[in-house]
Each structure stands twice: as C-alpha cells, then as structure tokens.
C-alpha cells in the first residue's frame, strides 16, 4: 500500500511530488498516462512563453517512481479508515493499487468547439492548440491559412510557432469576436464571426482553424466515484486542498482554482494544499 | 483507394452493389452467402460515410410505418431477422423499448386512434399505459405527460458498427470492397454493365444494385432511369453527456414530416436529442445551425423540460434521403432491369436493413440471378478480431472514453478498416468523447500509418486531409 499516489505528471503533479519528496515522503508514486513527465504544456516547453515550466521540469530526481503510459481507470474511495483503491490500465496489464492518500492533480483539457455548440459544417483542420502544436512539433503543418481565435498563452506560442513555419495567421481572443459559423464540407474552408466591438458580421477564408474556450478539467475516472465536482467537472476542494472525501485532494487546473493559461498551476501546490503536506510531515513521524 | 478482397482491376462480376451504407453492406452480406463473384463500390474513404453515418441508432419495429407500404413489409421481414443478426454480428444494442408520450388531450387521441390500430395492422406488440406508470419509468418526462404508448420491441444499437459489420461478413465470404473510388458513368453491354469509376477505372457485372443513398437518383439516372428522384432532408442532433432519468427512448407524437424530435438513450453512453427536420438543397450539407439547437430545445423541452440545456459535447447532422414516391423503391429498374434499386430509404434504413437485403435477393432472382448457396459459408463474426493481442500496447490512447492502443490496433486488423481517423473512430469510439479528439488523434495517426503504410491521411470525407508533412510542398494546403 502507498502512502501518497499523485494522479498526474504534469505542472502540479511534478511540483508536489518535488514537495512531497522534500517532506520525506518515500513509499509514493506519480501516475500519468502520457510516455514522459510535463503534462498538457509539454508542447510548449523550450518556448519563451513556457521557460518557467521547462525549468521546473527539468532534471526531475524523486525518491520514487513516475509510472508513465499508466492512467487512473478506476477509484473506490476507501471508507472511514480503509485505504483508497485504483485501477491503473498499464501497457501490459491492468493493477490495482492502494493508497492511503490520493493527489488528484490530473489537469485540464482545451475546450473544443463542439463543446460551445458552434454551428456549422464538421470539416476536418478544427482544432486546438494542443493538437495543432503536436501535429507541428511531428513535422506537419496544420495548414497554411490559419484563424487562432482563443485567451491562452498556449494560442499565441502557437500562433508564432505557425508563422515560422510559413503560415499566414490571422488571430483573436474570444472578446474580441464570437464565432458564429464554420464553413467547409470536408476541410474547413472559412468562418463567420461578430465583431463584439461593432456587432457586424465578418468572414474569414482560410483553410485551418484554430479554436478553444474554457477548459475541461480532466476527471473523466472520478465519473461515478462520490468525488464531488462543480458543473464543468472541476473537483470540488477547499482552501486546503481536501475534496468531500477524506484523504483525498486535489489541485491544479483540475480544479475550480486552475486556469485555462495552467499558470497558477505551481503556486496553487504551495499555497492551497495544507491539509496533504500537513498529512505527509506526520508521516514521518 | 482501398480495397479488401481483391482489387477490382478486371474480371467480371455478378452483382456489383453501389453504396457503402447499411443497406448496401447488408445487401453484399446475403450475396456472400451464394455462389456469386460479388463486390462493393463506395465513393468516400470509408464505409458509412453518408445517411448510415449520422442518425439516431434507434432499431425501429416499423409500428408506425404506413401498412401495406414497402417499408412496413422490409421492417416487418427485418424483425424477424434482428435477434440472430446481433448475436451473429455481435452488434451493441440495447432493448430498451420505446414510448410514444402524448403531452395533451389531443396527442391522446391521436395515439390510440391512430398509432394503436397502426401498430396492429403491422402485427407490432405495443400498450398503453397512463401517466403514472409513464412517469415512474422515465422520472424526467414532463409533468404534463398525459399518458403514452409502449412499444417494447424498440431499440438501440450501433449504426457503424451493424454498418461495417455487415460488410466485414461479406468480406470473410469472399466479397470484394472498393472504397474511395466512385462510379462516374454506366453502359448497358451484352449481359449486364461496364461501369466507369474514379481514375478511368472499369468494371464489368452481370448485375447492379443500387443502394447509392442520396445519390441514388443519380445513379439510376446513369442508364436513363428517372422514375424517381430523392431530395436531401437535413436533421440536426445534440448529444448530451448529462445523465437523463428515462429508461426509454421517448418518442413525441409525428408530425407529417418526420417523426419529431426525440430523446434517446445511446449505446456508447450519453443521450441523443433530434432529430430537426428541414428540406435543404445540397446533397453535402451537413452543417449545424442556431436555428436547429434551438428546435431541438424546443421540441425536446415538451417532452422533458430544459433538457436541450443540459451539458452537451457535440452536435451533427445527418441528411435523409427523401424519395419523390414517397415509399421504398426496391424494385429491378423498368429501363435496364438488371440494376435492382435499393433506394428511397428515408428514415428506416438501419431497422430495416436485413429485410431490404432479402428483399433486394428476391428481385434480383425475378430478373434472372441464380442463386446457388455457398458451401461453408461463415455465418458469423468471431471475437478474435476484437484485440489485438500485441504485447505492451495496454496504454490508454483516448483518455475521454479510455481506449486502449490494443483496441485500436484490433480496429486497424478487422477485415475491412480504411486509413481514416473517422473509420478508427467508428470502430472504437475514440475522438468520441469531451475532446473530441485533440488529445489522441496524433497517436491514431501514426497507429494508422504504422498499419496500413499510408502517409497522407484522411480525416473522413474525400479531401479533408488532416495536415500535411511539411517537406512535401510546403506548408500545405488541401
């Protein structure tokens, strides 16, 4: 049985088992489903915009191990006293483990445009940043004609990244304009949008179109599990960091605290997870 | 282009069907079961890509069907069919039963005047029940529910699956399956057809059927058939994540237009609501409006209120294809009767696709196919395609509906799988959740060209190429 399992390897995930392991914390580990360590912002690491988030990442040394390709398929929340179990789906098998105490620091997901209910036709070349950062970071270019419309630091590295690679980008945040139409039958080949200054009616051409609003947190695995989360599907904490649940917390941009940009991700560790570290300190004891 | 079976360059056949929706991939199914060289044309990438790609998933009795219609007898002839075809297809489908919900006095009248002698003529079991028992089933219904009508025999399934399915059969039986390739014109030879594709390719068949779906007309028109004409009718859905209290599909009392706008539980999980209805001009449009959600909302908000406003992770549409004779035409062709039509399949096509195919059989006899039963025929989809059984690839690759890399690579082995992320999509359900693909399409790309060897790929219809490497010319353009 573990003493303390941290869903996620991302920017919170890695800071608190940094914290963790500075506790004296030992019989834990990290868990995350991507093949290595940096989470949703590990396209954007090496980048100007994210240079705080690579050297946080860089030269990670725990006393304990990071499962990577592994991802939380189950939870059983322990009851009273009883530790919580996980089901962890691994490349060859499927394990349970148990913990005493559980970290959910799983993060979020760009919302797509499906999610906002924008109409139109569903042509392929829509998609987030994270997608099209990954397609470029493999050698493939979106396309050639791009329309960026979102708020995150995540659209303007990508943005730059695109323009360098020779694309013409035209770019907005979501107060400047609201899509009202995506036009293309089998690839995207324009958007209507308002100009919220001026209310008309624009159009642009092009054949890519980036898009995302808001965030998904990512508790898919909590569906089911009586681990509160808010109506965007954000786990429920307190300043502490305690979920309804005892003995497990949460923090992160997996939570109503986190923001779309993960830039708080770090400090939120630090600042509103009393009640793990007190647990882990009493550990040692 | 790809093709499964053989590559279609020359030789001839004896039943070419024209049309990879469910009705031609269960037409090509009975085929395989005889002694015949048979084969499949579709013009998009993948199987399934037109009216069979976009629709509720309901498995309907045909209760409400017109009697005496070609429809009601193919639906009739389907329900006899449907218990075997899941076990022998293993498709996902859930008998969840239906009900009619009458929301004032009036609908009242109209279900049990109408609907219940309906159901009888077409020999579907049905009950009414009152509000009460109505409400204590789907405790989300309005309150204004006034009473409804069961229809037990009602259900739910997975279109792509019972889709590819059909034709994964016919292809284990011999079948030979084009896709991306479409037919450009027809010629009447001696004893059948030479039929011109895409790329100045030709083939030769005795036969055709025609199961080209909306195009359907278009293709009858290739050897001077214009007894028919099919128009394109637009309905648009949300699904919604939310869980919804019913336990059934519910079904609003129809309009003379289409069937209404329902609520419906679906296999994957999750709730589907719609479909609109609207007569549009182009065969292709399949956009989502503002004005549509909000007839969904509309529609929907009598029959459980507020429930367009719940969480919902995508919206679609699919096109109907409505026929000018208002009923099925599956019937040899009276100016080339050696192409049997399989057309006008408006609403019904999933349900009543098994007792099309019987039907299609028949007529094709009657205009002079022999029919010799094949010797072991296989008769059924074997499990061993469902994972692959390759070591280390347990990982989760779509983190929103948990699909493995095994499963993936599984899709990628069955019989027939195209070099799309929508043909992997429709065979596991990945890019079917919140992200709707963002997360793992990356992977599943380099899964598919790992596979199949393929390059460029392509998201789903012709020319919605993903991205392109940027070597080959520059940033690309599609």
Redesign the interface.
């Known amino acids: 049985m573990f003493d303390l399992v941290i869903v996620g390897a991302g920017l919170s995930g890695i800071r608190a088992a940094k914290k963790a392991a500075e506790l004296g914390v030992k019989n834990a580990v990290v868990v995350d489903?991507l093949d290595k360590a940096g989470g949703f912002t590990l396209p954007y690491f090496g980048t100007p915009e994210f240079d705080q988030e690579t050297k946080q990442l860089e030269n990670i040394s725990l006393p304990f191990p990071i499962w990577t390709?592994?991802?939380v398929?189950g939870l059983f929340a322990g009851e009273e006293d009883q530790p919580h179990q996980l089901y962890i789906?691994?490349?060859?098998?499927?394990e349970m483990i148990e913990t005493r105490h559980l970290l959910i620091a799983s993060g979020s997901?760009?919302k797509?445009?499906?999610?906002h209910?924008v109409?139109?036709?569903?042509?392929?070349?829509v998609?987030?940043p994270?997608?099209a950062m990954?397609?470029l970071l493999?050698?493939?270019?979106?396309?050639?004609?791009v329309l960026s419309v979102g708020d995150t630091r995540m659209h303007r590295c990508l943005e730059e990244r695109l323009i360098d690679?020779?694309?013409e980008v035209t770019s907005f945040n979501n107060k400047e304009i609201d899509v009202?139409?995506?036009?293309g039958?089998?690839?995207v080949s324009g958007v209507q949008y308002i100009d919220t200054k001026t209310m008309e009616q624009n159009s642009w051409e092009g054949?890519t179109f980036i898009f995302s609003k808001d965030r998904?947190p990512?508790t898919?695995f909590l569906k089911g599990t009586p681990v509160e989360r808010d109506?965007k599907h954000a786990v429920i904490i307190d300043s502490d960091g305690r979920t309804n649940i005892p003995r497990i917390y949460a923090v992160g941009s997996c939570t109503p605290y986190g923001d779309d940009n993960h830039s708080n991700s770090i400090q939120l560790v630090d600042q509103h997870l009393a009640a793990l570290w007190k647990e882990m300190v009493s550990l040692e004891d | 282009m790809q093709s499964w079976g053989g590559d279609m360059q020359r030789g001839s056949y004896d039943v070419l069907v024209i049309g990879g929706g469910v009705v031609g991939c269960s037409i090509l199914r009975e085929l395989a079961f005889y002694d015949l060289k048979v084969g499949l044309i579709e013009k998009q990438p993948d199987l399934c890509e037109g009216t069979s790609k976009a629709n509720s998933g309901i498995v309907h009795t045909g209760f409400d069907a017109k009697p005496g219609t070609v429809e009601a007898e193919c639906l009739k002839r389907s329900r006899a069919v449907w218990p075997e075809l899941i076990e022998k297809l293993r498709i996902p489908y859930i008998p969840c039963g239906a009900v009619m919900v009458a929301t004032n006095e009036e609908e009242w009248e109209i279900i049990q005047k109408k609907y219940v002698p309906n159901a009888a003529a077409n020999g579907v079991d049905v009950e009414i029940i009152d509000r009460e028992t109505c409400l204590g089933m789907n405790p989300d219904l309005s309150a204004a529910v006034v009473g409804g009508l069961v229809i037990p025999g009602e259900a739910i399934c997975d279109p792509f699956w019972a889709t590819r399915a059909h034709a994964e059969l016919a292809a284990l039986n011999g079948a030979e399956i084009l896709l991306g390739n479409g037919v450009v014109s027809i010629n009447e030879i001696e004893d059948g057809y030479r039929v011109f594709l895409e790329n100045n390719r030709q083939i030769e068949t005795r036969f055709l059927v025609n199961a080209a779906g909306l195009w359907s007309d278009e293709i009858a028109r290739m050897v001077g058939d214009t007894s028919f004409s099919i128009s394109p009718r637009k309905g648009e859905f949300?699904l919604i994540e939310e869980e919804i209290q019913i336990s059934q599909i519910i079904l609003p009392v129809p309009t003379a237009k289409s069937k209404g706008i329902l609520v419906s539980p679906v296999v994957f999980g999750g709730f589907l609501l719609g479909p609109t209805a609207e007569d549009i001009s182009d065969k292709?449009?399949?956009?989502?409006?503002?004005s549509?959600?909000e007839q969904i909302k509309e529609g929907t908000d009598k029959l459980i209120p507020g429930v367009g406003m719940r969480?919902?992770?995508?919206?679609?549409a699919g096109v109907r294809a409505v026929c000018s004779t208002g009923d099925f035409v599956i019937r040899p062709s009276k100016v080339s009767p050696n192409m049997v039509h399989a057309a006008g399949i408006r609403s019904t096509g999933l349900s009543a696709s098994p007792g099309i195919a019987l039907m299609v059989l028949e007529q094709l006899q009657s205009v002079g196919l022999e029919l010799f039963p094949k010797e072991n025929a296989i008769d059924s989809l074997e499990d061993i395609f469902d994972k692959e059984s390759v070591?280390?690839?347990?990982?989760?690759v779509c983190?929103?509906r948990?699909v493995?890399?095994s499963e993936i690579l599984g899709a990628l082995n069955r019989p027939i799988c195209p070099a799309t992320i929508d043909g992997v999509k429709r065979r596991t359900g990945a890019t079917l959740?919140?992200?709707?693909?963002?997360?793992c399409?990356?992977q599943i790309m380099e899964l598919i060209r790992d596979k199949t060897g393929q390059t460029t790929l392509?998201?789903?219809?012709?020319?919605?190429?993903?991205?392109?490497?940027?070597?080959e010319g520059?940033?690309?353009?599609?």
């Open positions: 489903y390709k592994s991802m398929v789906q691994k490349s060859d098998v499927t997901l760009e797509p445009r499906e999610a209910r109409p139109g036709e569903r042509p392929s070349g998609m987030t994270y997608l990954r397609l493999k050698g493939e270019v979106p396309g050639k004609r690679s020779g694309c009202s139409h995506i036009l039958s089998s690839r054949d998904i990512c898919f109506r | 949300l292709m449009d399949r956009s989502t409006s503002r549509g959600i969480d919902s992770i995508r919206q679609f070591e280390g690839s347990g990982e989760v983190i929103c948990s493995t890399m959740g919140e992200c709707q693909g963002n997360v399409i990356p392509f998201k789903g219809l012709q020319g919605s190429l993903l991205s392109k490497p940027m070597g520059g940033a690309g353009r599609v």
